[in-house]
């Protein structure tokens, strides 16, 4: 089986985490910051603040920004489920705007159009969540206009897009943004295996997500409202205890020397899939002119109404072809929360067409090759 995702292990990473377990810390010792300083230099941000997922980067970014009871957060509905339930962690309610049918990302369009009605009606969201669909960034400078415009915050769900350009820099600089996040997910561009990191470039945020990932606790006196003595820490807010591992930081920091390899050599697979694939009847990823996806995904959708079955046939054929995503709002713990099929038209569109063919690091032509053919069978 070839899957539609995998990581790329190299000996200098198993020499990386092997040398942390004789070290003296296996976690909170001196590899998670320099994991974080040297994404942060890459990427072009202040800070990062490394955790044990995107998840809880999504978690304790939202809390950062004060959602609460009340609150109001949107995102786009194709994504994984992680991007909204961030919003729930809180208390907070859940909205979607529909994509964009070239790009598949949260359609500016429709963001500006449902910003308008939710002005009207007097509610609009404290917090928007743009999700960079298969590493292809979003329209970033419009959604960061709305944002000024009707007072919301960003947080950028990055999670595929670490490696990605918008408008010529790095994905993750939060240039139009309050908060960017990265997965470290196997099946990201990079893994620590579980992980995932958020990004700032404001040194209050970057404090408030320091503690939130660890219990809420600070030891740093210009917080606490008194000190007892030397041993003092004190708990300011209700954190977590979301740590990334030194184990991890070691072999994220291992991975981030191939960075550029690993996303020169998934673009280079994409343009030849755009061109080994082109005399078929498929809707290839669609680029962006502002942008240079770090291709996490490459999208196909069908045009024949044989969804279901060319995937059954590429599974079969042993080409582990995937769907990211099935609409969150059709989940059934969302359709409990009021959300019904038919909500987001484009989306469900979307779904109904959508498979992810393989696209990794460790393909090789031959491979490539292979899911051509598989593809040329199954249509
Ligand atoms: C993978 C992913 C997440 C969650 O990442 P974890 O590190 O597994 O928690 C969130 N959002 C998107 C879009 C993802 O693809």
Redesign the pocket.
Same mark, same amino acid.
């Given at each position: 089986m070839i899957p539609y995702g995998r990581q790329d292990i190299s000996q200098a990473d198993i020499d990386a985490v092997i040398e942390v377990l004789t070290s003296d810390y296996l976690t909170q010792g001196p590899r998670v910051p320099a994991f974080e300083a040297a994404v942060a230099a890459h990427v072009g941000a202040k800070h990062g603040i490394a955790v044990n997922?995107?998840?809880s980067a999504?978690h304790i970014a939202c809390m950062a920004l004060g959602l609460g009871q009340g609150g109001l957060l949107w995102t786009s509905p194709v994504? +994984?489920v992680?991007?909204s339930n961030c919003g729930l962690y809180c208390g907070a309610d859940v909205d979607f705007v529909d994509i964009d049918p070239a790009t598949y990302n949260m359609s500016v369009a429709a963001l500006t159009a449902k910003l308008q009605a939710a002005e009207a009606a007097g509610r609009l969201p404290d917090i928007v969540v743009p999700?960079h669909l298969a590493g292809q960034s979003c329209d970033m400078a419009a959604i960061g206009a709305l944002a000024q415009r009707y007072g919301f915050r960003v947080i950028e769900?990055a999670?595929?897009a670490i490696g990605g350009h918008y408008n010529g820099t790095f994905v993750g600089d939060c240039a139009h943004s309050d908060i960017a996040i990265f997965? +470290?997910?196997p099946v990201?561009i990079v893994t620590t295996a579980?992980?995932?990191m958020a990004m700032t470039n404001d040194a209050d945020l970057a404090q408030k997500m320091d503690y939130l990932r660890s219990h809420g606790v600070t030891r740093n006196p210009d917080l606490m409202s008194h000190s007892d003595g030397p041993w003092y820490y004190q708990m300011i807010d209700l954190g977590y205890n979301y740590r990334m591992t030194e184990m991890q930081a070691a072999l994220g920091l291992s991975q981030m020397d191939r960075l550029d390899a690993f996303v020169a050599r998934r673009q280079e697979l994409a343009r030849q899939y755009d061109v080994k694939l082109a005399h078929l009847s498929l809707t290839l990823p669609h680029q962006d002119h502002a942008t240079k996806s770090a291709f996490h995904l490459y999208i196909i959708r069908l045009q024949n109404g044989n969804h279901k079955s060319v995937f059954e046939a590429l599974r079969a054929d042993g080409i582990g072809v995937n769907l990211h995503y099935i609409p969150v709002h059709l989940q059934p713990y969302y359709q409990r929360l009021g959300f019904r099929a038919g909500d987001f038209p484009q989306a469900e569109a979307y779904y109904a067409e959508a498979i992810s063919i393989p696209l990794y690091a460790g393909l090789t032509d031959a491979d490539q090759d292979q899911v051509v053919a598989a593809l040329e069978r199954a249509l």
């Open positions: 997922s995107a998840t999504l994504t +994984f992680a991007s999700v769900d999670s595929h997965s +470290f997910h990201k579980e992980g995932g």
